[in-house]
């Protein structure tokens, strides 16, 4: 990509050909539109005049996580129950990306329904990290980092609830970023957690991931939660709050390279504490599992999807292990006997914690900065087996979807090889300053980082 | 006599689709549609990722018209928000029902106590026989109206429907077609268990389906059977309520907010503005149409139970008592005839301005009431002006007939009716009407009917001689 390319068609059919190629190894999409997205580089070319002028992402060629509707391609959520699945529109936040230029070559792989970190669960195999092979590329938008990440694409779209932007962009060393609940419409993105659920970009530089969140933005009224909100009350001179609880029970080497990382944005930090953020975890999965078995009823083989007769069996053959037992243990919390002591009791610390990071920004903190991620990607099939255990990796990254704040991940350093995030949070509504703050952070520190990373050989010499 | 015997207690549940123009959640026109499947959208279909697109304001404005028409009061704070009431079926998209906390409690109707009135989706139409969804329904705001167990008779019952419907009628909030209201009736008798019958499709119905019950509850008792908690549904072309299941234990919808939808503030001003907005009720119509008109409580209270002819009577404004009893009388019998005929036909257009049609009903009720023009005449005049469709009064020859013409239409009609003049002359009177009929038929309603019998008695009576 970038200023050799050629005519808007000749990029398409080099992209597209680049992620055919690729797929095998990396199995970052699930459906690649080569015709599609040629068609549209045409019609575009067409267009040129008046495009070059109004649209910001003319000729960007994009992929997009497939728990996103895109009108007339398959949306599969990596799930088997839509494995046929078309969708018959377009989500808003594709549109608004689509009138300003870009261009959809394919939808891209994830965990199943977005229930995962790690690229891993979905009905269509894993995702692998180009960096290592060996290893995953963080969830659950993992085909959408991947894509970037090898350079099929100039940015992706995908989905954040507890870190699915953010985990793969700091596993695929790129920059990632979750906006304001709200802020960005959600009408076209598949459940996951309503309350939390964020359409995201990631890019490998700043500057694609402001001009597409820019597009994205803006009040949708077909999404009636979404708003026109842009704050801007952040100082000239804004002061970095580190809480502790941010480096608790993170791998040694990621929190020397993200504390260093830090200290090379030569802003003024302070020491803060959230004491809630323990809680973050339990609390992310009760509201989770309650939004998504509600979300997770239509589901039963009637209207569209696989069908097996009847909707126990059809709901049976459909899922996989982690969508059932999230629907399960949702459908148990929520009947009335328990949803007073798991709800109702989620809500109310789910509360407390807002009002804690709230107080932490009204004292003196613009931003939070940590590490996005605990540890460096591990290695497939030596996932953690204990699903707690494996929930704890949101552990750094719940609490902005619980709060419905600004976060970001930017490129922090490499351990032999190996991404580091560093992780950015800002008060709600700020989302412009918090991709202010990236563009810095990338220029101090993350441009270097990203370029100290080797894709794996295996890649290079793909057949 | 056993503690709680002979004691009938008996809620009701109404759900009364909303006249907006589109649906709670989506865009999609709400209503009745030609054909199934064609009002529907991403977001009624429930495709995957398809959000609400925010609470149709106009159909929570016209929920808290009806709460507060039924004495209820908004919730503090104004807020109302939706919760998600989960169970699987066909004509649910979602799998579960969008359902707002209430818009309006306690309130005093008609002598029952209204619990509350809330606001939420209805469902698609499913046929379970041909296994086939509708989802054009699907979405369309309803009414909630929740009564206590407050009535003990089904003629409580009835009547209390009869006053709601007017006053729903005085809102024009809720759809009027066949199956736009429907109404879930709990019974118990003599203190036993709780038999719901669900969604019957009309207020009539409700009584039906009520009398039904109770005698169907007491046959059980005779035989020594216990009644047990059960759901059932009223069987329109039997008349009888049929089984659906037994509750062993309540159901559980697993309620919890709707997280994609944001709760509606009802500030005080917005509620103070519906409220000064408010129809006057029918009762207070009543009332004051007899003071300031001086005709008979009956017939003010008749006139005050329909909102249109109440409207006519009031646009017409009698000058004194005896010309306002007329038109009173003359909307009551003729032109609600009318009315009844063509609502039920779906052909009622009852235009907004009402002072064009003044003058034709002042004229018309004085011309009935003194015998110079037929009610049927009358009637086809009114049919003419309401009937949609039609371009209006014009079409229809309004000129008495007198005299020599009504002789010639006598001589003509008796031409195709020998049997019935020889009948007559046989002695046997009543066979003057079929040719009356025949005449009038003949001269379009347009002579007096006593003029056409002096003269066909007349022809008849010289024949015989």
Same mark, same amino acid.
């Given at each position: 990509?970038?200023?050799?390319?050629?005519?808007?068609?000749?990029?398409?059919?080099?992209?597209?050909?680049?992620?055919?190629?690729?797929?095998?190894?990396?199995?970052?999409?699930?459906?690649?539109?080569?015709?599609?997205?040629?068609?549209?580089?045409?019609?575009?070319?067409?267009?040129?005049?008046?495009?070059?002028?109004?649209?910001?992402?003319?000729?960007?060629?994009?992929?997009?996580?497939?728990?996103?509707?895109?009108?007339?391609?398959?949306?599969?959520?990596?799930?088997?129950?839509?494995?046929?699945?078309?969708?018959?529109?377009?989500?808003?936040?594709?549109?608004?990306?689509?009138?300003?230029?870009?261009?959809?070559?394919?939808?891209?792989?994830?965990?199943?329904?977005?229930?995962?970190?790690?690229?891993?669960?979905?009905?269509?195999?894993?995702?692998?990290?180009?960096?290592?092979?060996?290893?995953?590329?963080?969830?659950?938008?993992?085909?959408?980092?991947?894509?970037?990440?090898?350079?099929?694409?100039?940015?992706?779209?995908?989905?954040?609830?507890?870190?699915?932007?953010?985990?793969?962009?700091?596993?695929?060393?790129?920059?990632?970023?979750?906006?304001?609940?709200?802020?960005?419409?959600?009408?076209?993105?598949?459940?996951?957690?309503?309350?939390?659920?964020?359409?995201?970009?990631?890019?490998?530089?700043?500057?694609?991931?402001?001009?597409?969140?820019?597009?994205?933005?803006?009040?949708?009224?077909?999404?009636?939660?979404?708003?026109?909100?842009?704050?801007?009350?952040?100082?000239?001179?804004?002061?970095?709050?580190?809480?502790?609880?941010?480096?608790?029970?993170?791998?040694?080497?990621?929190?020397?390279?993200?504390?260093?990382?830090?200290?090379?944005?030569?802003?003024?930090?302070?020491?803060?504490?959230?004491?809630?953020?323990?809680?973050?975890?339990?609390?992310?999965?009760?509201?989770?599992?309650?939004?998504?078995?509600?979300?997770?009823?239509?589901?039963?083989?009637?209207?569209?999807?696989?069908?097996?007769?009847?909707?126990?069996?059809?709901?049976?053959?459909?899922?996989?292990?982690?969508?059932?037992?999230?629907?399960?243990?949702?459908?148990?919390?929520?009947?009335?006997?328990?949803?007073?002591?798991?709800?109702?009791?989620?809500?109310?610390?789910?509360?407390?914690?807002?009002?804690?990071?709230?107080?932490?920004?009204?004292?003196?903190?613009?931003?939070?900065?940590?590490?996005?991620?605990?540890?460096?990607?591990?290695?497939?099939?030596?996932?953690?087996?204990?699903?707690?255990?494996?929930?704890?990796?949101?552990?750094?990254?719940?609490?902005?979807?619980?709060?419905?704040?600004?976060?970001?991940?930017?490129?922090?350093?490499?351990?032999?090889?190996?991404?580091?995030?560093?992780?950015?949070?800002?008060?709600?509504?700020?989302?412009?300053?918090?991709?202010?703050?990236?563009?810095?952070?990338?220029?101090?520190?993350?441009?270097?980082?990203?370029?100290?990373?080797?894709?794996?050989?295996?890649?290079?010499?793909?057949? | 006599?056993?503690?709680?015997?002979?004691?009938?207690?008996?809620?009701?549940?109404?759900?009364?689709?909303?006249?907006?123009?589109?649906?709670?959640?989506?865009?999609?026109?709400?209503?009745?549609?030609? $054909?199934?499947?064609?009002?529907?959208?991403?977001?009624?279909?429930?495709?995957?990722?398809?959000?609400?697109?925010?609470?149709?304001?106009?159909?929570?404005?016209?929920?808290?018209? *009806?709460?507060?028409?039924?004495?209820?009061?908004?919730?503090?704070?104004?807020?109302?928000?939706?919760?998600?009431?989960?169970?699987?079926?066909?004509?649910?998209?979602?799998?579960?029902?969008?359902? $707002?906390?209430?818009?309006?409690?306690?309130?005093?109707?008609?002598?029952?106590?209204?619990?509350?009135?809330?606001?939420?989706?209805?469902?698609?139409?499913?046929?379970?026989?041909?296994?086939?969804?509708?989802?054009?329904?699907?979405?369309?705001?309803?009414?909630?109206?929740?009564?206590?167990?407050?009535? $003990?008779?089904?003629?409580?019952?009835?009547?209390?429907?009869?006053?709601?419907?007017? !006053?729903?009628?005085?809102?024009?909030?809720?759809?009027?077609?066949?199956?736009?209201?429907?109404?879930?009736?709990?019974?118990?008798?003599?203190?036993?268990?709780?038999?719901?019958?669900?969604?019957?499709?009309?207020?009539?119905?409700?009584?039906?389906?009520?009398?039904?019950?109770?005698?169907?509850?007491?046959?059980?008792?005779?035989?020594?059977?216990?009644?047990?908690?059960?759901?059932?549904?009223?069987?329109?072309?039997?008349?009888?309520?049929?089984?659906?299941?037994?509750?062993?234990?309540?159901?559980?919808?697993?309620?919890?907010?709707?997280?994609? *939808?944001?709760?509606?503030?009802?500030?005080?001003?917005?509620?103070?503005?519906?409220?000064?907005?408010?129809?006057?009720?029918?009762?207070?119509?009543?009332?004051?149409?007899?003071?300031?008109? $001086?005709?008979?409580?009956?017939?003010?209270?008749?006139?005050?139970?329909?909102?249109?002819?109440?409207?006519?009577?009031?646009?017409?404004?009698?000058?004194?008592?005896?010309?306002?009893?007329?038109?009173?009388?003359?909307?009551?019998?003729?032109?609600?005839? !009318?009315?009844?005929?063509? &609502? &039920?036909?779906?052909?009622?257009?009852?235009?907004?301005?009402?002072?064009?049609?003044?003058?034709?009903?002042?004229?018309?009720?004085?011309?009935?009431?003194?015998?110079?023009?037929?009610?049927?005449?009358?009637?086809?005049?009114?049919?003419?002006?309401?009937?949609?469709?039609?371009?209006?009064?014009?079409?229809?020859?309004?000129?008495?007939?007198?005299?020599?013409?009504?002789?010639?239409?006598?001589?003509?009609?008796?031409?195709?009716? &020998?049997?019935?003049?020889?009948?007559?002359?046989?002695?046997?009177?009543?066979?003057?009407?079929?040719?009356?009929?025949?005449?009038? &038929?003949?001269?379009?309603?347009?002579?007096?009917?006593?003029?056409?019998?002096?003269?066909?008695?007349?022809?008849?009576?010289?024949?015989?001689?």
């Amino acid at each position: 990509m970038g200023a050799a390319a050629g005519t808007i068609s000749q990029m398409v059919e080099r992209a597209v050909a680049k992620a055919e190629k690729l797929n095998g190894k990396l199995n970052a999409f699930i459906t690649i539109d080569g015709a599609g997205a040629l068609a549209r580089a045409k019609e575009l070319e067409g267009q040129e005049g008046v495009m070059r002028e109004h649209g910001a992402l003319f000729g960007k060629i994009i992929a997009v996580k497939d728990n996103i509707a895109v009108k007339g391609l398959r949306c599969t959520a990596s799930s088997r129950t839509l494995e046929n699945y078309v969708a018959p529109y377009t989500a808003t936040v594709i549109e608004r990306l689509l009138e300003r230029g870009a261009i959809v070559i394919g939808k891209t792989n994830m965990d199943e329904f977005a229930a995962g970190g790690g690229g891993t669960s979905g009905h269509f195999g894993p995702v692998r990290n180009p960096y290592c092979l060996e290893r995953v590329p963080g969830g659950s938008s993992s085909g959408s980092a991947v894509a970037v990440a090898a350079g099929i694409v100039d940015f992706a779209i995908g989905t954040d609830t507890a870190g699915s932007i953010r985990a793969p962009a700091a596993f695929c060393g790129l920059c990632g970023f979750r906006p304001t609940w709200g802020a960005a419409s959600r009408h076209g993105l598949l459940d996951l957690g309503m309350s939390m659920d964020t359409p995201c970009p990631i890019a490998r530089g700043p500057d694609d991931l402001i001009a597409a969140f820019e597009a994205m933005r803006g009040r949708d009224d077909r999404d009636q939660s979404s708003l026109d909100e842009r704050r801007t009350s952040v100082g000239s001179r804004p002061v970095l709050g580190v809480p502790e609880e941010f480096f608790q029970g993170v791998d040694k080497e990621v929190e020397e390279i993200v504390r260093k990382a830090i200290d090379g944005l030569g802003m003024e930090t302070k020491d803060v504490s959230i004491p809630s953020s323990k809680y973050g975890v339990p609390v992310y999965y009760l509201t989770v599992f309650a939004e998504f078995s509600s979300a997770m009823q239509k589901y039963d083989g009637i209207r569209y999807g696989i069908s097996e007769g009847d909707i126990y069996k059809t709901r049976r053959a459909a899922f996989g292990a982690e969508v059932k037992r999230r629907v399960l243990l949702g459908t148990y919390i929520t009947l009335k006997e328990h949803s007073s002591r798991w709800v109702a009791a989620a809500a109310r610390v789910r509360g407390i914690l807002a009002r804690e990071v709230d107080a932490v920004f009204a004292k003196g903190a613009d931003f939070l900065v940590g590490p996005t991620m605990p540890f460096v990607p591990w290695i497939h099939g030596k996932e953690i087996t204990d699903p707690l255990q494996n929930y704890l990796a949101d552990v750094l990254t719940v609490q902005a979807n619980l709060c419905g704040i600004p976060a970001g991940s930017v490129p922090a350093g490499d351990i032999r090889g190996l991404p580091v995030g560093l992780q950015v949070h800002g008060p709600r509504g700020h989302d412009d300053a918090v991709l202010g703050l990236m563009k810095l952070a990338y220029g101090k520190v993350g441009s270097r980082a990203q370029a100290n990373l080797k894709l794996d050989g295996r890649l290079l010499s793909a057949p | 006599m056993k503690a709680g015997e002979g004691r009938m207690m008996i809620g009701l549940e109404i759900h009364a689709q909303l006249l907006t123009a589109s649906k709670l959640f989506c865009f999609c026109p709400a209503g009745p549609t030609q $054909s199934p499947n064609t009002s529907i959208c991403p977001v009624c279909t429930a495709q995957p990722g398809a959000k609400p697109a925010g609470t149709n304001a106009r159909a929570m404005e016209q929920a808290v018209r *009806i709460a507060l028409m039924v004495g209820c009061t908004v919730p503090e704070g104004g807020r109302v928000a939706f919760l998600r009431k989960h169970y699987f079926y066909p004509d649910l998209p979602n799998n579960y029902q969008r359902t $707002s906390t209430p818009v309006g409690a306690d309130g005093l109707f008609c002598g029952a106590r209204i619990r509350e009135v809330h606001l939420e989706e209805d469902p698609g139409r499913y046929d379970i026989r041909k296994d086939k969804v509708d989802l054009s329904r699907c979405g369309t705001p309803l009414a909630e109206i929740v009564t206590d167990p407050d009535f $003990s008779t089904p003629e409580e019952v009835r009547l209390f429907l009869k006053k709601l419907s007017t !006053v729903l009628d005085y809102l024009g909030a809720t759809r009027m077609e066949a199956g736009s209201t429907r109404i879930d009736v709990n019974v118990s008798t003599d203190g036993g268990r709780k038999v719901e019958v669900k969604n019957v499709n009309s207020f009539h119905n409700v009584y039906r389906a009520i009398k039904y019950e109770v005698i169907r509850q007491k046959n059980m008792r005779r035989r020594g059977l216990e009644i047990l908690q059960e759901t059932c549904h009223f069987d329109e072309l039997q008349k009888i309520t049929i089984s659906s299941r037994q509750k062993e234990s309540a159901d559980d919808y697993r309620y919890f907010p709707d997280p994609d *939808i944001v709760p509606i503030e009802l500030s005080p001003r917005e509620v103070a503005r519906i409220c000064a907005d408010l129809p006057e009720s029918p009762d207070a119509k009543a009332q004051r149409l007899q003071g300031a008109f $001086s005709i008979s409580a009956k017939n003010a209270r008749a006139l005050s139970e329909h909102k249109d002819l109440a409207a006519l009577f009031e646009a017409v404004r009698p000058r004194d008592g005896k010309r306002a009893e007329a038109c009173a009388e003359f909307l009551l019998n003729d032109t609600l005839r !009318v009315f009844n005929y063509l &609502k &039920k036909k779906g052909l009622l257009a009852v235009p907004e301005k009402l002072e064009y049609e003044a003058e034709f009903f002042s004229q018309a009720a004085e011309a009935v009431a003194s015998g110079k023009m037929t009610g049927k005449l009358a009637r086809r005049l009114v049919q003419a002006r309401f009937e949609a469709g039609r371009t209006g009064p014009a079409d229809v020859e309004t000129r008495q007939v007198e005299g020599a013409e009504i002789e010639r239409a006598v001589h003509e009609a008796l031409k195709g009716q &020998k049997g019935a003049a020889e009948d007559y002359c046989r002695g046997k009177k009543a066979a003057i009407h079929s040719i009356v009929g025949e005449v009038m &038929k003949a001269l379009g309603y347009r002579a007096d009917p006593k003029k056409v019998i002096t003269v066909l008695e007349k022809i008849l009576n010289s024949k015989q001689r």
